[in-house]
């Protein structure tokens, strides 16, 4: 239900965000 959503979700933003919170450390 929801977990899977968010899940799924999750999944399509992290190659989004890895290199944005890559930058910063």
């Known amino acids: ?3 899977k959503v968010l899940g ?3 999944k399509h933003l ?3 965000v890895a290199p944005i919170i ?3 450390l």
């Open 8 to 10: 799924s979700v999750a």
């Open 14 to 16: 992290l190659p989004h």
């Open 1 to 3: 239900g929801l977990f």
């Open 22 to 24: 890559a930058e910063k």
